[in-house]
């Protein structure tokens, strides 16, 4: 049997902004190092509102501060329905990657884009990577309750219906 060698240039990093992502994260860089390949970071809004307080915690204090002034008008426009833009999120992760690359001097990585985007997040995931020509998908994947049993986790929904290789994450115990 030959192995063919694998080509991995492009990686699209999906985030929850959950600590599992942040852990996936790590394998996301790490790949992209090992392979010199660029990032897309991806997060999926469902609800604004649920996710405000892991944004906070991804920046120091007086970073989320900042973000927060700058875009509270957009931020309202979000959360009222008006806008389909998400500035305030993705400034976050744009921020986010910026320090994890001046924390990481050893592990250089490149982000190609950071994607904010509305609407189902494994359907989103799976045409984003394809849009963008992604080699590999890398996403956080949590436990398993009885809920996401029946009706099925996003990791596995991406998983199953995905025609890149998806690198799933769990957070160490």
């Given at each position: 049997?030959?192995?063919?060698?694998?080509?991995?240039?492009?990686?699209?990093?999906?985030?929850?902004?959950?600590?599992?992502?942040?852990?996936?994260?790590?394998?996301?860089?790490?790949?992209?190092?090992?392979?010199?390949?660029?990032?897309?970071?991806?997060?999926?809004?469902?609800?604004?509102?649920?996710?405000?307080?892991?944004?906070?915690?991804?920046?120091?204090?007086e970073q989320w501060k900042a973000i927060?002034?700058?875009?509270?008008?957009?931020?309202?426009?979000?959360?009222?329905?008006?806008?389909?833009?998400?500035?305030?999120?993705?400034?976050?992760?744009?921020?986010?990657?910026?320090?994890?690359?001046?924390?990481?001097?050893?592990?250089?990585?490149?982000?190609?884009?950071?994607?904010?985007?509305?609407?189902?997040?494994?359907?989103?995931?799976?045409?984003?990577?394809?849009?963008?020509?992604?080699?590999?998908?890398?996403?956080?994947?949590?436990?398993?309750?009885?809920?996401?049993?029946?009706?099925?986790?996003?990791?596995?929904?991406?998983?199953?219906?995905?025609?890149?290789?998806?690198?799933?994450?769990?957070?160490?115990?």
């Open positions: 049997m030959k192995i063919a060698p694998v080509q991995i240039k492009k990686i699209l990093y999906s985030t929850d902004l959950s600590d599992t992502a942040l852990h996936a994260f790590s394998y996301a860089v790490n790949l992209a190092t090992l392979f010199n390949a660029n990032i897309t970071i991806l997060h999926v809004i469902e609800d604004y509102e649920m996710i405000e307080p892991q944004l906070s915690g991804l920046l120091q204090e927060q002034e700058r875009y509270i008008k957009e931020a309202r426009q979000t959360l009222t329905g008006k806008s389909r833009e998400n500035i305030i999120v993705k400034e976050a992760l744009t921020q986010f990657t910026a320090n994890v690359q001046a924390e990481g001097q050893n592990q250089p990585f490149e982000t190609d884009d950071v994607l904010v985007l509305f609407g189902d997040p494994a359907k989103k995931i799976i045409e984003t990577a394809k849009e963008q020509n992604c080699d590999l998908i890398v996403m956080g994947t949590h436990g398993h309750s009885l809920i996401e049993n029946i009706l099925g986790t996003t990791a596995q929904k991406v998983t199953r219906n995905s025609k890149i290789p998806v690198l799933s994450v769990r957070l160490k115990e």
